[in-house]
């Protein structure tokens, strides 16, 4: 059972295309994938391992070129936009790309599936200490996590909150 780590930007439920997401729903959505790194690859086997947060590191085959965008598989389908090094069906990419919730994705068969959402997340900031207590100051270095039960996108930091959903593919159980 592989666990993924997918990218959530609250606007796609403030717009009507999700509803919020809650721990132990299974929901279909497609994922996208934006990486201003792409580059060419030797022939090699799909792979994605996790970085931080919805950032992983890449090795895809070119599954297809299409107006709307390119489908890529990484162990999963994944979509996007944007030029490729090599964009011929059958050549192989690497990047470091970011993995999100798609609102919007080619009508590619297998894009779109089922997901198990095991956890909900947001993103916290917490406060370092300032020589003026006037300040707040972000310690960058302590970005971190926080768990949620589900997403409540009008309200958690302002309807701005930045999410991530630790999922399942549904039949990998």
């Given amino acids: 059972m592989t666990r993924w780590y997918f990218g959530l930007d609250p606007k ?4 009507g295309h999700y509803p919020d997401f809650f721990r132990g729903q299974q929901a279909e959505f497609p994922v996208e994938a934006s990486s201003a790194s792409w580059k ?3 022939l090699s086997v799909p792979s994605a391992q996790r970085v931080d947060g919805c950032q992983y590191d890449v090795v895809a085959l070119v599954v297809a070129v299409e107006p709307a965008g390119w489908v890529l598989d990484c162990g999963i389908l994944v979509h996007g936009v944007g030029p490729l090094p090599d964009p011929a069906v059958g050549s ?9 919730v798609s609102v919007a994705a080619p009508s590619h068969p297998g894009l779109k599936r ?3 959402v095991e ?8 406060i370092a200490e300032a020589t003026d207590p006037r300040l707040l100051m972000v310690d960058v270095e302590e970005l971190g996590w926080e768990e ?3 997403t409540d996108s009008w309200h958690d930091d302002e309807g701005q909150a ?3 959903l630790e999922c399942v593919a549904v039949g990998t159980l």
Wanted: aromatic share 18%.
């Fill in 114 to 116: 089922p997901w198990y």
């Fill in 162 to 164: 930045d999410y991530l």
């Fill in 148 to 150: 949620l039960a589900f």
């Fill in 12 to 15: 796609a439920i403030q717009d």
């Fill in 40 to 42: 060419a690859a030797e």
């Fill in 119 to 126: 956890r909900v997340f947001h993103r916290v900031e917490p």
């Fill in 92 to 100: 192989w990419l690497t990047g470091r790309a970011r993995l999100r």
